[in-house]
């Protein structure tokens, strides 16, 4: 039997530091195949995601296309949007695949999704032990308004954390994620969740995935991580589209459009974000590539 070839990379997102921010595949596909097939892969790399992404005209070199298809998997699901799957596929086609464009577009469940190179970026494809270190990438994605709610109690006993500990609760009324803004920066970092509680919380049935955060300190604006038992992540490195909601919520709190984030986990993650124009949240970061060779199927 034939077995076609797909070439894979492995790219560390929202860092410049191989093995730090949020690992994603990369496959980069010349023909459509089945989802089934995609989450099997997936499933296969077990990462926070797996992105697949395809040239819209096929019959065009790789390095003169500008129009993609873009889609991700996490090792259980589909999702309808990845931030650091996003960044990292960005980085792949600009600085490994040599993609003459300065801006792309990426069609996606989420609608199109742009990514541009920065020409003044603060990495300049510099080497670090062997991995390529891209140029600074600007993502652009759809805003996340967030509104006020009501913490859900199950949710709070499962993560470890007091109503009293709370300053506010909102929900995206277009990603349905849910946010928990805690008073203090150090139990953000300390939180350790019953993730078992917490997959079987029920006060979480309205929602697609839980943020906590908390004022950053002096280096960072915010801070913040993410949890998503649900689809088969208890803990995400570094979520870029978490912050389509932390974005509108912390630059209406502290009253500026433009912001440094930082993402608490264990391998932590570097996000610049800013409110841009018509409904859009930019999302800055960079990336490292630090594997490459195909996958046989």
Same mark, same amino acid.
């Given at each position: ?18 093995? /730090? ?29 797996? =992105? ?10 790789? /390095? ?5 298809? *873009? ?7 589909? #999702?309808?949007?990845?931030?650091? =799957?996003?960044?990292?596929?960005? =980085? ?52 996340? !308004? !967030? ?15 007091? !109503? ?18 805690? /008073? ?18 029920? +006060? ?7 943020? #906590?955060?908390?004022? +950053? ?27 389509? *909601? ?12 433009? *912001? ?7 391998? +932590? +993650? ?28």
């Amino acid at each position: 039997m034939k077995m076609n070839t797909i070439p894979l990379y492995q790219v560390d997102a929202f860092t410049r530091e191989p093995f /730090k921010g949020n690992p994603a595949a990369v496959c980069l596909l010349t023909q459509s195949y089945d989802a089934a097939l995609l989450q099997a892969i997936a499933a296969e790399m077990n990462l926070s995601e797996t =992105a697949f992404v395809m040239r819209l005209d096929v019959t065009m070199p790789w /390095k003169a296309a500008s129009m993609f298809s *873009l889609r991700w998997f996490t090792p259980a699901v589909e #999702v309808r949007l990845c931030g650091h =799957a996003t960044l990292a596929t960005a =980085a792949v086609l600009f600085n490994v695949i040599g993609v003459e464009a300065s801006t792309i577009t990426f069609q996606t469940r989420s609608g199109d999704l742009l990514a541009r190179r920065v020409d003044d970026a603060i990495v300049d494809n510099a080497i670090v032990d062997d991995a390529i270190v891209d140029d600074t990438i600007v993502l652009g994605f759809p805003l996340d !308004p !967030p509104q006020r709610c009501d913490p859900p109690a199950d949710v709070l006993e499962a993560i470890g954390v007091l !109503p009293p500990d709370i300053v506010t609760a909102v929900s995206g009324t277009r990603g349905h994620k849910l946010l928990i803004h805690l /008073k203090d920066t150090a139990q953000v970092r300390a939180l350790t969740p019953d993730f078992t509680a917490l997959l079987a919380a029920k +006060g979480m049935d309205p929602y697609r995935g839980l943020s #906590v955060t908390a004022a +950053g300190g002096p280096d960072y604006d915010f801070i913040s991580r993410f949890f998503a038992p649900w689809v088969g992540i208890n803990e995400d490195p570094v979520t870029g589209s978490a912050h389509t *909601l932390l974005t509108p919520y912390w630059a209406e709190l502290l009253g500026k459009p433009e *912001l440094r984030a930082y993402q608490a986990s264990a391998r +932590g +993650g570097e996000l610049r974000v800013r409110l841009a124009q018509n409904d859009r949240v930019e999302l800055t970061g960079n990336a490292v590539v630090v594997m490459r060779g195909e996958l046989r199927v």
